[in-house]
Every structure is written in C-alpha cells, then in structure tokens.
C-alpha cells in the first residue's frame, strides 16, 4: 500500500539553529499539506499545495517558517532560526484533488522536532 | 468558521463493551465529517468519512459512525472494544471555505482495560 514518506522522524536541533524537513507523497496526489501538531492538540493546517503552488499559508509564520514543493511532487518545510516553541510533530498528508469534496488525506508518520 | 469539539479527554472501556467517543460540529451548509486515529509517535490514520446519504457510517477496524444533523453530532462507536484499540482519536471537519482544509477537534484518548 503506497503511503506518505516523512524525514527525518526525530530531529533535535538549538534554538536559534535552521531545521528542514521533508516529504514525499502518495504518487498521483496533487493536494499536499503540512500540518503542525503540539502535544495534547489536533493537528492544525500551516501550509497547502495544490501542486507546485500555495493554496492556503494563511498559519504559517513567515517570518520564520517557510516551504516549497518545486516540481509539484516532494516537498520541504524549513525553520530558521528555530524557537523552543516550535517543539511538536510536524506532519505531512497528501490526498487527490478535484471537485469532489470527500477525498480524505493520507498521512505520513510525521517529525517530532525539539528544540533545546 | 467550521468547528468539531470533542467534549471528552480520555474515554475508558473495558474489553468486550461497547465504546463511543462524541464529537459535534458547527459548520456551514453540509458538513463533510472524518475520523482519524493516531497511535503513539506515528501519523493519523483514516477511519471513516460522512458527506452525505446514510446516517450510519462504516469503517475500518470495525468502527462505525452515526451522523446526527439535529444534534449537530458525529459520534464514533465500536460494539467490542480491543484493548489494541487505545489510542487517540479525532475527529474533523472539511472546510468548504477553503480548499479541502481539515479542521480537527483536540482528540479523545481512549483507553480498553484488558
């Protein structure tokens, strides 16, 4: 069964340091997205592709944060610099697109960042 | 804005019970209705999805959602619990104002004594 593929699982990295991280989606799937999931929450939407473009980065902190899915198939999330309270998984889906509304999002196994 | 709440942190059931775990939303229009579970240090996973027709809807692993719309509710249910069914749960809403966004409640631990 093809899944969403997520690296590196763990990451710790200094305050103050860059982080990246990155996914692969399930072939075929044009929607992709990152979600950030701090301890104890759901998951909340930072970032949507709609193949290589951003549909929807309207919780990303851009002054920090940013990403790209440059020919519309993987993708990369960077932070720099890095901040304590950016410790939390980080997760990657990906799902089919088109009209039809009940396509549901596949996720990768996720990246439990920490910062020191 | 759409909106799931998930009233409960920790659900506990005994192997063999029946379990349910609530959720209610607040949307707009038709609702498009999900559940995920997450086990510890992985990703979610998709159970079931409601968008329209039957009210009973059935998924993997045995689970089975019932679809309310004048309780505005959307609760899980499985009529024997494992005990390999302790995990977290959530449950989401799509939000048709914005392309395909998932909006998630906080989750619901559930919790099956052997």
């Known amino acids: 069964e093809a899944e969403v593929a997520q690296s590196p699982r763990y990451k710790i990295t200094e305050k103050s340091q860059a982080v990246a991280f990155w996914c692969d989606p399930i072939?075929?799937?044009?929607?992709l997205y990152w979600y950030r999931q701090i301890l104890g929450q759901g998951p909340e939407l930072l970032v949507q592709?709609?193949?290589?473009?951003?549909?929807?980065d309207s919780q990303l902190p851009k002054d920090r944060f940013s990403a790209e899915r440059l020919k519309g198939v993987d993708s990369t999330l960077k932070i720099q610099p890095a901040e304590l309270g950016d410790s939390a998984m980080y997760l990657c889906?990906?799902?089919?697109?088109?009209?039809?509304?009940?396509?549901?999002?596949?996720f990768g196994p996720g990246t439990r960042l920490t910062v020191t | 804005a759409q909106s799931v709440a998930q009233p409960e942190d920790q659900v506990n059931v005994a192997e063999g019970n029946p379990l349910t775990v609530k959720c209610t939303y607040s949307?707009?229009?038709?609702?498009?209705l999900f559940w995920y579970v997450q086990y510890p240090n992985r990703g979610l996973q998709f159970l079931l999805k409601?968008?329209?027709?039957?009210?009973l809807v059935k998924g993997s692993y045995g689970f089975e959602a019932e679809f309310n719309k004048s309780q505005t509710s959307f609760h899980l249910k499985k009529p024997s619990a494992l005990v390999s069914d302790s995990a977290l749960y959530f449950c989401?809403?799509?939000?048709?104002?914005?392309?395909?966004?998932?909006?998630f409640g906080t989750g619901t631990r559930l919790l099956v004594s052997p």
């Open positions: 889906a990906s799902s089919l697109t088109g009209p039809e509304p009940s396509y549901e999002q596949y």
């Open positions: 072939s075929g799937h044009a929607t």
């Open positions: 592709f709609q193949d290589e473009s951003v549909v929807d």
């Open positions: 949307v707009s229009g038709n609702p498009y």
């Open positions: 409601y968008i329209t027709g039957d009210n």
């Open positions: 989401a809403v799509r939000d048709r104002k914005s392309f395909q966004k998932l909006v």
